[in-house]
Each structure stands twice: as C-alpha cells, then as structure tokens.
C-alpha cells in the first residue's frame, strides 16, 4: 500500500527564514510520481511540482526548491527567504503510475506553515 | 489557471435532506475525481471517473454516489445527508499527457457541507 508521512504538523517561522517540509513515502511499484501541492485559506489545491520516480533531480523555481532522494524515500521541500504569503497548508502527495491516465493521489497530512512578519 | 468549478461553496443543510455537490471542468479532461477533506486536514479519494459512464469507488468508502454523463460535469450526491458526511469535498480532474502517462490533477475550491 501506497502512504505518505509528512511529521511536521505546524511549523512557524519568522519572514525571510528559510523553511524545509519533510516528506517521507512508502510505495512498493517502481515507478510512481510525487507531487506538492499548497492550500491557502481559500481552500483549494494549487499545483507546485510533479517529479517521477525516474528524475531524482532537484528542481528549483525561485524561492522554491525541492529534494528528492530515492533512497531514503524523500521529497522534502525548502522555502527559501520565507514571505508571509507563503503561509498555508502544503500537502505532499504520491501517485502510481495508472496506464488508463487516473491521477490517484494518496496525500500526507499536511504541514500548515505560518509565517511571522 | 484550471478551469475547473464547484457549487456551491459553503452549504448547511438538515439531517435527512438529499443533496448535490456540483463540479465542472472546462479543459476537456476525460479524468475527474472526488476528494474527501475533514478537519485534520488529510484528503482522501472517495469517488473518480476515467470518462464518460465510467465511475470507481475510491480508497475511502464513502455513502455518496456520482455520476458522469458528460465529459465536462461529475456530481456528488448524498441521498439523505447526516452531521458525519460534514467535511469539505474537492473535486479535481487531470488530463493523460504523452509521454508523461499523469499529469497533474487540477482542484476546484472544495464545498464546505455541513449538516446539522
């Protein structure tokens, strides 16, 4: 069975540290996808990344970047000179790869960040 | 932006009441899904679609149904609403891209139900 761990349930910080969400998945298929995605207080989900089994490259775009390390089963998230808008819930989650295109997401529970002018 | 909408966003309802929680898309995207949302924050997928006619139960059992008779348009019904279906319902749906077998799945705003 596929589950995601996300250990930090709330972390705050002050505006312009840097700030890293853990999250540790545990699939058995070999190839899968990875995803975060950000919950403000509006309430829906706003797409950040998608990285597949295949690409343990990390991205970075801006203040964003992302780890992800097949070996310890991680894809940890960093926030870089945090802004207060920057607060929300993120939500990391995993996928199996499904050949009739389902996107079936298995989510962590969440880490509701709040950021501190 | 994802084209991709929910009605209504808030409603309270009576213990007993049938109800239908609207999703719309318009990007074209044969796969539409149901996420299932209560307070502690985790989502769980209770209902998805691979196209038209087509419905599966998700990993959370759930006492709702739904639908998919056009390509555009998936609804959740509760048949007699009760205060343990309260919670928030996402509704989402993603699209197969070329060699990338999933893309991501694009989310509405969620219905916040509650019932009293």
């Known amino acids: 069975a596929q589950k995601v761990t996300q250990a930090q349930t709330e972390i705050s910080v002050v505006e312009k540290e840097d700030v890293t969400l853990d999250c540790v998945y545990e699939t058995r298929d070999t190839t899968y996808y990875l995803f975060w995605y950000k919950q403000p207080p509006s309430g829906e989900l706003v797409f950040l990344i998608r990285?597949?089994?295949?690409?343990?490259q990390n991205e970075i775009s801006g203040r964003y970047s992302w780890n992800f390390q097949k070996s310890t089963s991680s894809f940890n998230f960093t926030i870089t000179a945090s802004q207060v808008v920057d607060s929300a819930v993120y939500f990391c989650a995993l996928s199996e790869v499904n050949y009739q295109g389902a996107q079936k997401l298995v989510f962590g529970q969440g880490t509701r960040l709040t950021i501190n002018p | 932006e994802a084209d991709i909408y929910q009605t209504p966003r808030y409603l309270v309802i009576g213990t007993g009441k049938k109800i239908t929680l609207e999703c719309s898309q318009t990007?074209?995207?044969?796969?539409m899904y149901w996420y299932q949302q209560d307070p502690g924050m985790e989502l769980h997928l209770i209902h998805y679609?691979?196209?038209?006619?087509?419905?599966e139960k998700g990993d959370l059992s759930s006492e709702s149904t739904v639908s998919r008779i056009r390509t555009e348009h998936f609804p959740l019904t509760l048949e007699s609403a009760r205060p343990s279906h309260t919670s928030q319902y996402l509704c989402?749906?993603?699209?197969?891209?070329?060699?990338?077998?999933?893309?991501?799945?694009?989310f509405g705003q969620g219905t916040r139900l509650t019932v009293v």
């Open positions: 990285r597949n089994s295949f690409d343990e």
């Open positions: 679609s691979y196209g038209v006619n087509s419905t």
């Open positions: 989402a749906s993603s699209d197969l891209g070329g060699a990338n077998l999933n893309t991501e799945a694009f």
């Open positions: 990007m074209g995207h044969d796969k």
